[in-house]
């Protein structure tokens, strides 16, 4: 968890919002620190986490997760996380015929069909307990990535339908929080991720947007952030993210023999939040 | 000065300096050597059990196998991480991604690893017959160095002088490295021998002689092709215990998988001759299985394909967030990039589009963006392009006036000092 970053939005771990879809979005260039902040944030606010990993394997959330304070196996061991590792039940879904259903049963269906097996998924995970005290502060549910559904046959609507379903059980009835991550690919004329992007916008509460850097490449500096709620006007501040830190230079810094940058901007990161 | 001088010398020396520094600033002991991807329940993560032909990386532990150009190796962090795939698009006219293919799997059997060799145009027998040789650190090592050296100090006695900047720059490693065993220099000029051929381990899938038996999982959008493909690599992971399912194996091994012109017709996928084709969410539904796969087991696999036939651009977004390590390579051949003078010494540009960030919130990006690669007689190098300082007051009027009309030509893309503007008259 990055506490500039908390700072910025006003969040801390001990006063957390409810109800809350934020769509993290990222433009050429990885968003997925922002993904992981979120994770250690919510787990240490104490809050019940399903986070549906679709990229990456366990391993490797882990592993960011202890550079940034949070265990993850004690966490699942615990109960207060319940981790859905796609690729590893991806593998299980093509290769062994099953015959219950499994959150990722599309990828054996031919024509595109709905997201409802991970809805349940999702549904059974976050489940207040039947004893009624609760253990774990609001629950939360986190995706990533979005887009990626869209790669494995999925249309746009139907993810919409799998955000929408789980708001109405996630964000209203259990009081708990969303946050999913999506590609943003203005660039490649991906009009299902447009539409995707533009139904998440709309329905957010947050956006973070992180962009690289228009202007270049820079070594040390990897974006700026421009936060701007959604009700509030927008103060712009410049920030870099490094190696997990968080940090707010008065001035980019160039690196030696980066005096020629070149127009890509792939590792810098410009957040912006709406 | 002294400092940026020291560091800038050796490309292992800078590149440990900056590392370390990293690492003391995470205040975590990143050196975890992390065998299968998933976690399996014993990895403790203090067992270190070495495997041939590979290495820990500096920065976040994650093991690291060589693809065969330590120059690559270089740029994309140390070498590819075991469980990730690393996609090679390919040029227009196929010509260099053979040879970073050939390279990827005759590092394999240099390191004694098993390969996987899949193809819908050529026999993996043949493929493997024509593999490069090794080169041997005594016999050719001083023919190299001649060329290495003649090419260097002539060009070292003209930037020493002036352009004495140009000498800080992390160098790209040119000339062979003597008996390094993570990383080999092969001889594209020569085959490899057949008894080295002979002590690997190699499975093949020729896709003609998949295609004709029967589908045991019912038709899931993907095409046929790539349903056997990955059945059989599934086998393979699963026979020779490469997911750790064998616990009685003794010695672990590497499993190497190079699958050729993936997505081209021949594999009987659409997605490269329509924009809007039946099985769209084929190729990348295999590579996202194929990803898990990987993931779950102790292998690495390259995969060429021919991204330019690709007319939908979405698609290609799209593979290229599916893939871990994405490389374009961009030949001159045919292209008007051919006469111009600036790139005469190369064959082509080299992009590396995609570095995964595993086990890290940032990753290893080389600072250099402008990299040409070119195939001498017997090495494939990588460097970063420049313009040599246009110094000598005997330049031709004609040659300065090309370079200028060039550099305009050039764009953004490159580094480039606007050479041979004005010539400086004292």
């Known amino acids: 968890m990055f506490p500039e970053l908390n700072n910025l939005l006003n969040i801390t771990p001990d006063r957390v919002d409810q ?107 976050l489940r207040p307990e039947d004893n009624g005290e609760a253990a774990w502060r609001c629950p939360v549910l986190l995706v990533d990535d979005l887009s990626v559904l869209l790669s494995l046959g999925m249309g746009a609507v139907a993810v919409l339908d799998f955000i929408h379903y789980c708001r109405a059980t996630v964000c209203w009835k259990l009081q708990g929080n969303i946050v999913a991550l999506v590609h943003d690919s203005r660039d ?19 956006i973070l947007r992180a962009e690289g850097l228009a202007t270049g490449f820079c070594k040390d500096v990897h974006g700026q952030q421009i936060p701007s709620t959604s009700c509030t006007a927008g103060r712009s501040r410049h920030c870099g993210h490094e190696s997990g830190k968080t940090y707010l230079p008065s001035r980019r810094r160039r690196s030696r023999g980066g005096d020629r940058q070149s127009t890509e901007s792939r590792s810098d990161v410009q957040l912006r939040v709406l | 000065m002294a400092a940026a001088a020291a560091s800038g010398t050796g490309t292992g020396t800078g590149s440990t300096g900056s590392i370390a520094a990293a690492a003391s600033k995470n205040n975590v002991t990143s050196f975890q050597r992390r065998s299968p991807r998933a976690s399996s329940t014993d990895s403790g993560g203090s067992r270190l059990v070495s495997i041939a ?83 041997l650190d005594d016999n050719c090592k001083r023919e190299f160095d001649e060329g ?21 720059l992390p160098k790209m490693e040119a000339g062979p490295v003597s008996s390094s065993r993570f990383g ?99 190729l990348t539904k295999f590579l996202y299985i194929l990803r898990g796969l990987l993931r779950t087991s102790l292998s690495a696999c390259i995969i060429t394909m021919p991204t330019h036939l690709i007319q939908n651009k979405a698609i290609i977004a799209r593979i290229t967030n599916l893939s871990d390590t994405v490389v374009h390579l961009e030949s001159f051949i045919g292209s008007e990039r051919e006469t111009n003078p600036l790139y005469k010494d190369y064959h082509g540009l080299i992009h590396i589009r995609q570095i995964p960030r595993l086990n890290n919130l940032i990753c290893d990006v080389s600072d250099v963006k402008d990299l040409a690669f070119k195939l001498k007689r017997k090495l494939f190098t990588i460097e970063r392009l420049h313009l040599p300082p246009d110094l000598s007051d005997t330049a031709s009027r004609s040659s300065r006036q090309d370079l200028a009309e060039s550099a305009k030509l050039l764009g953004p893309g490159c580094g480039v000092m606007a050479g041979g503007k004005k010539h400086l008259d004292f």
């Open chain 1, 19 to 125: 109800g809350k879809l934020t769509l993290l979005c990222d433009a050429k260039t990885d968003g997925s620190f922002l993904v992981h902040h979120f994770l250690s944030f919510y787990l240490k606010a104490n809050c019940k986490v399903c986070f549906v990993a679709l990229i990456q394997s366990f391993s490797h959330y882990n592993i960011v997760g202890q550079k940034l304070g949070v265990s993850l196996t004690t966490a699942r061991e615990r109960g207060q996380l319940v981790f859905f590792e796609g690729l590893k039940s991806s593998v299980d879904v093509f290769f062994r015929v099953k015959g219950e259903p499994h959150p990722l049963q599309f990828l054996r269906e031919a024509s595109a069909g709905n997201l409802r097996p991970l809805y349940e998924f999702v549904q059974e995970a």
């Open chain 1, 188 to 206: 490649t004329e991906d009009e299902e991720n447009d539409i995707l992007l533009n139904g998440l916008s709309h329905q957010s509460h947050l």
């Open chain 2, 53 to 135: 032909g590979t290495r820990p990386s500096v920065r976040n532990g994650q093991l690291l196998v060589s693809t065969g150009l330590p120059a690559l190796d270089q740029l994309l962090g140390g070498g590819l991480a075991v469980g990730t795939v690393l996609l090679i698009e390919e040029d227009k006219y196929n010509i260099y991604s053979p040879l970073l293919f050939k390279y990827f799997l005759a590092e394999g059997i240099i390191s004694g690893h098993t390969l996987l060799v899949a193809s819908a145009k050529d026999e993996p027998a043949e493929i493997l017959q024509e593999l490069p040789a090794p080169l």
């Open chain 2, 148 to 168: 290495v050296y003649n090419h260097e100090t002539s060009e070292s006695n003209i930037k020493m002088k002036i352009a004495w900047r140009y000498q800080l």
């Open chain 2, 184 to 282: 080999h220099y092969y001889d594209s000029s020569k085959k490899i021998p057949q008894e080295l051929l002979d002590a690997s381990k190699c499975h093949g899938f020729f896709l003609p002689e998949k295609i004709s038996s029967t589908l045991n999982v019912e038709s899931c959008s993907l095409t046929h092709g790539y349903i056997q493909l990955l059945q059989f690599i599934q086998k393979i992971i699963y026979e020779e215990g490469f997911d750790g399912s064998n616990p009685q194996k003794k010695q672990k091994n590497i499993l190497r998988i190079g699958i050729q012109n993936l997505g081209s017709p021949l594999w009987g996928d659409d997605v490269c001759c329509t924009e809007n084709c039946d099985n769209s969410y084929s």
